[in-house]
């Protein structure tokens, strides 16, 4: 029985050059091309927002260049980078691939991480949250990430995460609460040191710092992780007559008691005479279609559209209602389609809605409806979801045969209603738009001006 320690460090250290060895082998082009052009045909036959922001001629360019690429072989953490550049050029953000198993399993049992988050404001790159280095600073601005330019760095990550039309905030949004991975998954992840280049108030300076690992990461984030908070919260400001209601997801599988939530508030709001209502719609990604539309209804003064339609592909059989006309499928069977009716206990007082780049699907529909039918005044910045609408509802998985890589195709290409030509790609743009810079990590801007508004206004 003595001898087991040695057996167990012996299994652990073939496990680990099992693993090394998985991600680094280079696989055979031959199978690789035909599985990118198995995914070409899944994306054609039923992507239906496959051409939204590409057209069929820059589609092929891409998808050519992809073949180029692969053709000779190359290992898996190469072919995913890849992937996810050429998927990255859909410009849908529910198009997505998975990071593969093995290349997560590397980096979580073998690999190094940078030891800080980050924000990122008008393409800058600054420390945000820092994890036991005492030689980094919050708010230093980043130069380099071992000698690569971080305009090059941010570019680079850009372009290999998903996103919605031509909008930058969600994918930096997704960064400020995943840098360490994302660089590890997207750009680097045999880098055990990571040599900064950094500037401050005081000048430039250069810092090597050790990564940590991800068991290391895990327990310093739980120190800062919001995880914790409310997902439906109501909370008043009676100084200034305002109710602040924060919601953070919309998807049916998170939320309890969602309805009762919303009937609840507004009746209390209303028996208080509240002035103001603040709704706070920061980070929430999305979820359930009727639950957007139904907030959105206590808002309402008057009835309005929420889709405008919902277009599948020829080769769509799923379910919706399904019909031809004028040479295209639409989907006709979804409550969002009909014309919406104000809530009985709807706020007829002043309303604001604080946006940012982490909201996505849903949350981008309810921010698009709200600004275009001048429901309420949106603070913050630019949304991750497309004001015109997304691809998304009922979608499928794409597997590869010879590497196992899954990727998510959406079916359903949702059209918003009564959204101008001119919003095209565009997430919702604010009435007042705002960015935080790194002298003001600490505070909350966005809460903060509207605070400052509704005290104006009193």
């Not at 280095?133 to 000698?147: H, M, Q, T």
Request: negative net charge; charged residues 25%; contains cysteine.
């Amino acid at each position: 029985m003595a001898r087991l320690p040695h057996i167990l460090i012996l299994l652990a250290f073939v496990q680990s050059c099992q693993l090394k060895g998985q991600q680094e082998e280079n696989i055979n082009g031959e199978k690789l091309l035909e599985e990118i052009r198995d995914l070409k045909v899944q994306l054609v036959d039923y992507h239906s927002g496959l051409y939204w922001f590409t057209s069929d001629r820059e589609f092929e360019e891409n998808f050519g260049k992809l073949e180029a690429t692969v053709a000779d072989g190359m290992d898996l953490p190469g072919y995913y980078r890849e992937i996810s550049e050429f998927i990255g050029t859909i410009h849908c953000g529910h198009t997505r691939v998975r990071v593969p198993g093995d290349l997560r399993d590397y980096v979580e049992r073998e690999g190094k991480l940078m030891p800080f988050s980050v924000v990122i404001r008008s393409g800058q790159v600054f420390i945000d949250k820092i994890f036991g280095n005492n030689e980094l600073k919050r708010g230093d601005k980043i130069l380099e990430v071992n000698g690569m330019p971080i305009e090059s760095v941010l570019t680079t990550l850009r372009n290999r995460l998903p996103g919605d039309g031509y909008i930058k905030t969600g994918k930096d949004n997704l960064l400020k609460h995943s840098w360490p991975f994302q660089y590890a998954f997207l750009v680097d992840h045999k880098a055990e040191t990571f040599e900064l280049k950094l500037t401050d108030e005081t000048g430039a300076r250069s810092v090597e710092i050790a990564g940590i690992t991800y068991v290391e990461l895990q327990e310093f984030s739980k120190t800062t992780s919001i995880s914790d908070n409310p997902l439906l919260e109501l909370n008043y400001e009676h100084s200034t007559s305002t109710a602040i209601i924060r919601i953070r997801t919309f998807s049916s599988g998170s939320l309890s008691g969602y309805r009762e939530f919303l009937e609840e508030s507004f009746t209390g709001i209303n028996e208080l005479e509240m002035k103001n209502v603040i709704l706070d719609l920061r980070g929430n990604g999305g979820g359930r279609d009727e639950y957007g539309a139904l907030l959105v209804s206590y808002f309402a003064d008057r009835p309005f559209g929420y889709f405008e339609s919902i277009e599948v592909t020829d080769r769509y059989e799923g379910y919706g209602g399904v019909i031809s006309e004028n040479g295209k499928r639409w989907v006709t069977a979804h409550s969002g389609l009909s014309i919406q009716q104000p809530a009985e206990r709807r706020f007829k007082g002043d309303a604001y809605v604080i946006i940012d780049g982490g909201c996505f699907s849903t949350c981008g529909d309810v921010a698009s409806v709200m600004k275009i039918n001048r429901f309420a005044t949106l603070v913050g910045e630019e949304t991750g979801g497309g004001a015109y609408g997304n691809t998304s509802g009922n979608s499928g998985t794409f597997v590869g045969k010879h590497t196992g890589l899954r990727i998510s195709i959406p079916y359903w290409k949702y059209s918003t209603a009564n959204i101008p030509d001119s919003l095209h790609g565009r997430g919702v743009i604010p009435d007042y738009p705002l960015e935080s810079t790194y002298r003001s990590l600490e505070k909350d801007v966005f809460m903060d001006f509207v605070i400052e508004k509704l005290i104006e206004k009193n």
